[in-house]
């Protein structure tokens, strides 16, 4: 049974409405490092086959998913360029790739769960996925398919987190999920200050004004100009993606000021 069915099992209908999705189309942000789990390299199977899980609930309710994967776990652009002298370029290059392994892994993890799952890239791999082409990812989700978009935005000098803003624009996503390893924004890093504050509800303008670390702030500014919220939430507590999915107050949203 799945979590979306144990939750709702013998409640009355009243509450059982309450679970209905706030969204019908989503992007999944996840990055490299949530996908390595305690490993500090590669890829987790326990993370994965979660994060498969929950991708499959969320699917169980109605809701259209696509999903932005990082490769920060198996290489990073930017650090690796900075600590070796790599050209920059060069170096992101490398990362798309990388990207592409997490998609593969996730695609996988998916199908083995019965979920039917399509890999775009936005660079040409094509042994291993199709190219993005945003027609046909809106038909894949129109048909029931997880998305999975690899390669970033095809481009150097721009991170996952742009590439899902981006896509999200493109497909008429509803929201953009940030799965992350702590549970929300915070005006400082918790793990090194435990005066911290969390934030439940933050603008898009006070994220770029703060420097808060959400996402970049390319990704930032473009969610902003397309009046697309962000939610902000830890990834690794089993069942939190439906429940954002379903308007519970999980971690932090950024959304337009009304």
């Not at 769960?113 to 129109?142: F, M, S």
């Amino acid at each position: 049974m799945t979590v979306a069915a144990s939750r709702l099992k013998g409640k009355p209908a009243f509450l059982r409405d309450a679970q209905k999705p706030k969204y019908k189309r989503i992007v999944l942000k996840l990055s490299g490092e949530a996908l390595q789990g305690r490993l500090g390299f590669g890829i987790d199977q326990d993370i994965l086959k979660s994060l498969a899980e929950q991708v499959k609930d969320v699917r169980a309710l109605g809701v259209e998913v696509t999903v932005v994967v990082g490769g920060g776990n198996i290489f990073r652009g930017l650090a690796q360029s900075s600590a070796t002298g790599m050209e920059r370029a060069t170096a992101d290059y490398m990362g798309m790739l990388a990207t592409a392994i997490n998609g593969l892994a996730l695609q996988d993890a998916l199908e083995q769960l019965g979920v039917a799952t399509r890999i775009q890239t936005a660079i040409e791999i094509a042994k291993v996925a199709e190219p993005y082409i945003r027609r046909r990812a809106i038909r894949h989700l129109e048909k029931g398919r997880v998305v999975i978009f690899v390669g970033g935005t095809g481009n150097p000098f721009f991170t996952t987190d742009t590439t899902a803003a981006l896509r999200a624009m493109e497909i008429g996503a509803e929201v953009v999920l940030k799965a992350s390893t702590v549970d929300g924004v915070y005006s400082d890093d918790p793990a090194t200050n435990k005066a911290a504050k969390r934030y439940t509800t933050l603008s898009h303008m006070d994220v770029l004004r703060r420097g808060l670390k959400v996402m970049d702030a390319t990704a930032v500014s473009l969610c902003m100009e397309g009046n697309l919220p962000i939610v902000v939430f830890d990834v690794r507590r089993p069942g939190n993606i439906q429940r954002v999915v379903c308007g519970e107050p999980v971690g932090t949203v950024v959304a337009p000021k009304g």
